[in-house]
């Protein structure tokens, strides 16, 4: 049943995404030399929508193919509804104790509600992740992100 989900999904998406390409292409140039230009972002995102498209398409088929018995669950899990949650609790902190702490607690809480037990993950990812993320942001984008109090 999910196999023949992600395969619709994945041709249906195939197709926005070669739809964008088409938009993508009709883009002016209007650029300065050695510069990007404005059609670099819109064709990294069909580049990236295409590729998760079709590698969508791809397991689907896959999917069907092999027909794994599927185990069928009668009350829905409530992992969604608490990562929701988190999120919005993450949204609420992120002001008050900035970015990096608050980034910091939420990818922790997630990686432990998803399963990872290794404890070492758990305590590096959650600071490692947030440090790139900030600096690419601050130092490689000059957009600022909250830092809190501090």
């Not at 670099?40 to 079709?54: A, E, H, K, M, Y």
């Not at 599927?70 to 609420?92: D, M, Q, R």
């Not at 990096?100 to 509600?113: Q, R």
């Amino acid at each position: 049943m999910m196999a023949q989900r992600n395969l619709i999904a994945g041709i249906i998406l195939t197709a926005l995404g070669i739809f964008y390409g088409i938009l993508t292409v009709g883009l002016p140039n209007l650029s300065l030399p050695g510069t990007p230009g404005p059609t670099l972002f819109p064709w990294l995102i069909t580049t990236g929508w295409l590729v998760l498209s079709l590698a969508l398409l791809f397991f689907g088929a896959i999917g069907i193919r092999n027909k794994p018995k599927e185990t069928h669950k009668n009350s829905p899990t409530k992992k969604p509804w608490i990562a929701v949650i988190g999120f919005l609790a993450y949204l609420i902190l992120l002001p008050l104790i900035g970015f990096m702490l608050s980034s910091t607690f939420f990818f922790a809480g997630l990686m432990w509600m998803y399963g990872e037990r290794h404890k070492i993950k758990i305590v590096l990812t959650p600071i490692i992740v947030p440090i790139i993320i900030f600096y690419f942001f601050t130092a490689g984008l000059g957009i600022p992100l909250p830092s809190g109090p501090w």
